[in-house]
Every structure is written in C-alpha cells, then in structure tokens.
C-alpha cells in the first residue's frame, strides 16, 4: 500500500533559522503531494501542493518541489517565525487501486517549535 | 463561506457506550472523508462518503460506521467505545472525488473513560 515517511520530531530552531522537513512517499501511479499544518487545537490547513514532477509548491514562505525521481516532497522555509510553530504533514493524495478512487495518506507529522 | 463544522468539539464517554459525530461540509462539498488522530498512530483514513454511498474504507472495525445525507452533511458512530477510541475524530470535505484540495474542520475531542 500507500505510505509516507516524514522527518522525525520534535523539531526545535531559533527564528529566523533555516528549515528543512523531509518527506519520501511510496504511492501507485503519480500522486498529488500535499502539506497539511495543524495549529494547537485546530484542524488542518492545506499549505502548499503540487500536482506533477517538478513543480513547486509555495505559501507563506514555504516551498517544497515534487521530485519523481527521488519520490520525495520536502518542505523548506528560508526563515523561521515563530508563529510558524505548529505540526506539519505531509501527504500524497494517492489513486485507490480497488475502488477507483483518491485519498490522502498522512506522514506520522512533524512537531516544529520556533524559539525566539 | 462557511468551513467545515464538526460538532460537537469535545465529548466525554464511557466504555462500552455509542458515540455520533457530526460534520457539515462546506457548501456545494459533495465529498466527506473522516480521520481519526492519536499520539501513537497519527492520522489515519476511516472512510470516504459521496453521494450518500461508502466509496473507501480505511482498516478500522465494523464498530466504527457513518453515512451521508442528500445535503451531504455526515455523521459517524462508533459503538462499544474502547479506550483506544480516544482520539482526534477529523472530518474533511472536498468539491469532489478527483484531485482536488481537502478542507478540514476543527475536529471533535472523543475522550473515552
């Protein structure tokens, strides 16, 4: 089946740091690729996607290209704020082989805390 | 535009009884998936709902249900709750079935005691 290996948290950095969140996926087909944020205490938010190989996705600073060839969508911020603190997924939007269909499949999540 | 509404936000319930959760998708959103969120195992698929009709489902016992309704609003059940049930319930809601973003509301709180 489908499956998405993300960065292990918690990740900690100082504002204005560099960040870089790893994401690989295994998917049938060719995926969507997706980053969800979740904010203490709410759902998720889409924050930036990308359709097919080599396209980059961005929002808010945020960055992340999807490479077909290394099957990996990793997320990057230039620098760091800390409003940006939150858990950040990453998830391809996968075709269903049994039904025909598409859902997303989530990476475990990463706990970001930026410190001022 | 209103966004998605799950309620209610916060449920408290004991082994062994039922649970129903409700999710308002956005407006014209035909699509409604469920997820279910915990520390240990993340987020995972429950099930997909379109047009009334079950069209995916994640790997989770027959004690968890739902359905959708002509306006598409959803609900989900869970009988027999177990401890283990305690989770983050997500609902999400998608113009349709292709590729297309997914909005999520807010998510009910199920503590089960």
């Known amino acids: 089946g489908d499956s998405v290996t993300q960065m292990e948290g918690p990740v900690t950095l100082s504002e204005e740091a560099f960040l870089t969140i790893n994401c690989t996926y295994t998917?049938?087909?060719?995926?969507?690729l997706f980053w969800y944020v979740q904010y203490p205490g709410e759902g998720l938010q889409l924050l930036l996607k990308?359709?097919?190989?080599?396209d980059k996705g961005s929002n808010k600073g945020f960055e992340a290209t999807y490479r077909k060839e290394t099957t990996s969508f990793h997320l990057e911020k230039g620098s760091v704020q800390v409003s940006d603190s939150a858990v950040y997924f990453c998830?391809?939007?996968?075709?269903?082989?049994?039904?025909?269909?598409?859902?997303?499949?989530f990476g475990t999540g990463t706990r970001l805390t930026i410190i001022p | 535009k209103a966004g998605v509404t799950q309620t209610p936000r916060y449920l408290i319930k004991t082994r062994g009884q039922q649970v129903t959760l409700s999710c308002s998708p956005i407006s014209g959103h035909r699509s409604v998936s469920w997820y279910q969120q915990t520390p240990g195992q993340g987020l995972q698929f429950l099930f997909e709902?379109?047009?009334?009709?079950?069209?995916n489902k994640g790997n989770f016992p027959g004690r968890f249900s739902g359905r959708q309704f002509s306006n598409s609003r959803s609900e989900m059940n869970v009988s027999t709750l177990e401890l283990g049930d305690s989770a983050l319930y997500l609902c999400?809601?998608?113009?349709?079935?292709?590729?297309?973003?997914?909005?999520f509301g807010q998510g009910t709180r199920l503590t089960v005691v």
């Open positions: 998830a391809p939007n996968s075709p269903h082989s049994n039904f025909g269909n598409e859902k997303l499949t």
């Open positions: 709902y379109f047009s009334e009709t079950q069209r």
């Open positions: 999400a809601s998608s113009l349709d079935r292709s590729n297309t973003e997914a909005f």
């Open positions: 998917a049938t087909g060719y995926p969507s």
């Open positions: 990308a359709t097919k190989a080599d």
